[in-house]
């Protein structure tokens, strides 16, 4: 399996995701650099997080007109695999390859912090390997993570079980919801969403950062794992 990593002036998990995904693949991404034109030969296509052209204008507006962004495009309509985190989500909401958008935080203040979540659709090339249903730990750490759309297209992700994550209590959280759990304000507490075809994850949590015991738990890993197995033959 080959999968290509788009950096952009802005990004700082670039090098985090491309670890998360060189030990599932064990072999290193392509590094491609927004400017380019042209994708190499791979099976993945990820937009990591950060803060591309400095969140200048809107977050991800700008990184959305890069020139490589064409190609991003172009083959996520074939139905290519993408997966966009953080600010990768807000690039995929910019380009229209997934609805809604990404609002300032509903406090108006960045957050920093482990978030728990529920997958709430395991039959995907992004989330097979998750086999329970215990809530993840997930870092997440943003300013405008805030996914806005409006009511006809939520129950349209509803309906068609494109709701990949969800903000939830964790395993020793309380009994009634509190709002604690939703760190933006998101609706319906949506932490991330699949395109129709499901070949596209748009999702605000980093997995990223929770993929090596090192860094005090891997929730994070089975996303990885899940692509490598669905992609690798």
């Known amino acids: 399996m080959k999968a290509a990593v788009i950096v952009f002036p802005g990004s700082n998990c670039d090098r985090d995701v491309a670890v998360a995904l060189r030990r599932s693949m064990t072999r290193d991404p392509e ?17 990591p997080g950060g803060f591309s052209y400095g969140d200048y204008l809107r977050s991800g507006a700008m990184a959305a007109q890069s020139p490589i962004i064409r190609e991003v495009v172009a083959r996520a309509k074939d139905g290519f695999p993408v997966l966009g985190i953080c600010n990768g989500f807000q690039i995929l909401v910019e380009t229209g390859l997934l609805p809604g958008a990404l609002l300032r935080n509903s406090d108006l203040r ?13 039959q995907t ?15 997440v750490a943003h300013h405008d993570g805030n996914y806005y759309a409006d009511e ?4 349209r992700l509803e309906e068609t079980d494109a709701v990949a994550f969800r903000y939830c209590r964790g395993p020793d959280g309380p009994d009634e919801a509190d709002g604690a759990a939703n760190p933006n304000g998101s609706a319906r507490d949506i932490a991330g969403i699949f395109n129709d075809q499901k070949n596209i994850l748009g999702m605000m949590p980093h997995p990223e950062r929770l993929a090596d015991a090192a860094l005090g738990g891997t929730d994070g890993q089975p996303l990885f794992d899940s692509l490598v197995s669905a992609l690798a033959g």
């Open 110 to 122: 960045f957050v920093c912090r482990d978030v728990w979540l529920q997958v709430e659709n395991r």
């Open 31 to 47: 590094m491609v650099w927004h400017g380019d034109s042209a994708l190499p030969k791979v099976d993945l296509i990820v937009l």
């Open 125 to 139: 090339i992004f989330t097979s390997s998750y086999a329970t249903s215990i809530p993840l730990r997930i870092p």
């Open 152 to 155: 006809p297209t939520l129950d």
